[in-house]
């Protein structure tokens, strides 16, 4: 007989969701809320106005604790890590030997209050999906260096939008103070939280790293503002998306480089060709060999010029049929109002204002390569 599949597992604030009547999936082994009674579309529209709160729970929280954990992370990620200053975060990715991405992943070095909380020298947020191979990952090439230790006590919550620094203030003064990209340790309802201003959205907003004890307070608290309304993974996808955000798994996984995936920005000066630091991560000589211009191919956005979704898989073909690739993200946007997509195509078809055509149920749709975002990010800089 097969093997009954493992129960869904549930987030902190899984009572919460059901009574607010969302509408439950399964995602990455959890029960995850995909949107609420008011819908996708309004709760992206209200993301985009106000201030929306997601459950992001599933994801993996890890702490890595030692004088060489910050080095030792640089041996794995083509990202400065070492020269980064306490309470600054930045984004970052794992690299397989190929030069593709085994996993993107956002990193703090922690500041001395946050250290002594117990969020160690280097706390790292990962993907709901690769946690676990992740954490093995970080044990099997550094857990020599310093200890790796993952964080299930701890619940996750975004909270996004224009107003999301406003109703944050009302908790804590100083988390409004705080710059893009930093971090802090802060008690908001009572809990202590570590609070990163970023998210995935391209909206200023918040992490908020919590005891899981504590999440459904603090979430509750939140939603009490008349600012903000909860938001699900529906919203989520459509919102990084129309952000020019990446998802893994989707649109950036192990066969792709960050040079093609249009992440360079990610690799700063130290650690490239000539940097105090170069190289020594898995795949740095594929990665820097496409640094110098042999990526063979570059993520770009597509708009459709007729009003038709292009969904994920739909297959690419220039204007004689030669097949090109295949969208990896696509949706029809709610801020944008037309449809979007993602894709990667050959150098020599990424360029500016260049058409490609989408294979949908037998007619070819015409879509045109544009810049990312497709709506402008409005971080708080």
């Known amino acids: 007989m097969p093997e009954a599949p493992a129960p869904l597992q549930q987030t902190p604030l899984h009572a919460l969701h059901l009574r607010l009547g969302a509408r439950m999936v399964p995602f990455a082994g959890y029960a995850m809320p995909v949107q609420y009674p008011a819908g ?198 459509t919102l990084r998306l129309e952000a020019g955000l990446c998802l893994y798994g989707q649109d950036i996984d192990a066969a792709t480089s960050p040079v093609e995936a249009g992440l360079a920005w990610a690799i700063q000066k130290v650690r490239r060709p000539g940097g105090a630091r170069a190289g020594g991560y898995p795949g740095a000589a594929v990665i820097e060999a496409h640094l110098a211009g042999a990526a063979p191919s570059r993520r770009v956005g597509l708009l459709g010029l007729e009003r038709v979704p292009v969904r994920p898989g739909t297959p690419l073909v220039d204007a004689h049929g030669h097949a090109l690739g295949r969208v990896r993200s696509g949706t029809l946007a709610p801020t944008v109002d037309q449809p979007i997509a993602m894709a990667y195509l050959p150098r020599e078809h990424a360029l500016p204002a260049h058409e490609v055509y989408a294979q949908v149920r037998g007619q070819r749709l015409p879509m045109r390569v544009t810049p990312l975002p497709f709506t402008p990010h409005r971080y708080h800089r």
């Open 40 to 237: 996708l579309i309004a709760e992206h529209r209200h993301c985009r106005r106000a201030a929306a709160l997601f459950d992001v729970s599933h994801m993996g929280q890890l702490r890595l604790v030692g004088a060489e954990a910050a080095a030792a992370l640089e041996t794995l990620v083509p990202v400065d890590v070492v020269d980064l200053a306490p309470g600054r975060q930045r984004y970052a990715f794992f690299t397989n030997d190929g030069g593709g991405l085994l996993d993107d992943l956002m990193l703090v070095r922690t500041p001395g209050q946050a250290r002594d909380a117990g969020f160690g020298d280097v706390f790292v947020v990962v993907n709901a999906a690769g946690k676990d191979a992740d954490l093995q990952h970080l044990l099997t090439h550094i857990g020599h260096r310093c200890r790796v230790l993952p964080m299930p006590e701890r619940a996750l919550l975004a909270l996004q939008g224009p107003q999301a620094a406003a109703v944050m203030a009302r908790l804590h003064g100083g988390v409004a103070e705080l710059a893009f990209m930093a971090g802090g340790l802060y008690t908001l309802a009572g809990a202590d939280c570590f609070v990163t201003r970023s998210g995935y959205t391209g909206e200023d907003g918040f992490e908020i790293s919590v005891p899981a004890e504590a999440a459904p307070a603090l979430a509750e608290r939140l939603l009490a503002q008349p600012e903000v309304a909860p938001a699900g993974l529906g919203a989520r996808d």
